[in-house]
């Protein structure tokens, strides 16, 4: 079973829309990490949050950790084609900087 | 300031033959890791280094792969001998971290093929 559960598994949005991307934990989390993947390619860093209740933003996009730290979403506000891509959410649950993995929401912005 | 450097990019070869693969951390950085990611899937650690110490390699199928990093800086991933369950992409990280939370620092990986 994953650890990690995403949600949806793939999102298909008309550019300008505004789209949420969940990722939740049965246990507690000491931090989660936002990652984004282009096919082929590494994973480029996009946020960590540590905090119960945690908000960060970036550009068009907020990632936010629940006061439990069981739970966060990241929300894309007037997508882009630029923003396709995979987006993985990662957790470290033991303060090791040992991360487990998502399986990955892959979205496609279409014009 | 250059990031983490893997070659090759891509490696096709026939099951039960060996591969290996490179990775170059960023400068300084004293933790590396390798995931492998399956197609579909979220990568998975399969080993830490702390410096040129193993950190973790609980994941680490011990009977066909092993990775060294003896100078504590560059380190090879081997596979030996190869199955067709081990077509992955191979991904190298790095970070500033031996506590607490740091950024990891991911290179472009390794396609390999296994036929």
């Known amino acids: 079973s994953q650890e990690l559960e995403q949600s949806p598994q793939s999102l298909i949005v008309q550019e300008g829309k505004n789209l949420t991307i969940n990722c939740t934990s049965s246990k507690t989390l000491y931090g989660l990490y936002w990652y984004k993947q282009k096919y082929g390619e590494g994973l480029i860093f996009l946020m960590m949050l540590q905090k119960g209740g945690e908000e960060k933003s970036h550009e068009k996009i907020t990632a936010k950790l629940d006061e439990k730290k069981q739970q966060s979403s990241l929300h894309i506000t007037a997508s882009q084609p630029s923003h396709a891509g995979i987006y993985l959410c990662g957790a470290d649950r033991y303060n090791t900087d040992k991360l487990i993995f998502g399986t990955g929401t892959r979205l496609q912005v279409f014009p | ?115």
């Open chain 2, 1 to 115: 300031e250059a990031g983490v450097a893997q070659s090759p990019r891509y490696k096709i070869i026939e099951k039960r033959q060996s591969v290996a693969f490179w990775c170059n951390p960023i400068s300084g950085h004293a933790t590396l890791y390798w995931y492998q990611q399956i197609l579909g899937q979220g990568p998975k650690l399969l080993i830490q280094f702390q410096n040129n110490g193993v950190v973790d390699d609980s994941q680490l199928p011990k009977d066909r792969f092993s990775a060294e990093r003896l100078k504590g800086v560059d380190s090879t991933l081997k596979i030996q001998p190869a199955k067709l369950e081990d077509s992955a992409v191979y991904l190298c990280a790095s970070s500033l971290g031996v506590a607490g939370i740091y950024e990891q620092y991911f290179g472009p990986g390794t396609r390999l093929t296994v036929t």
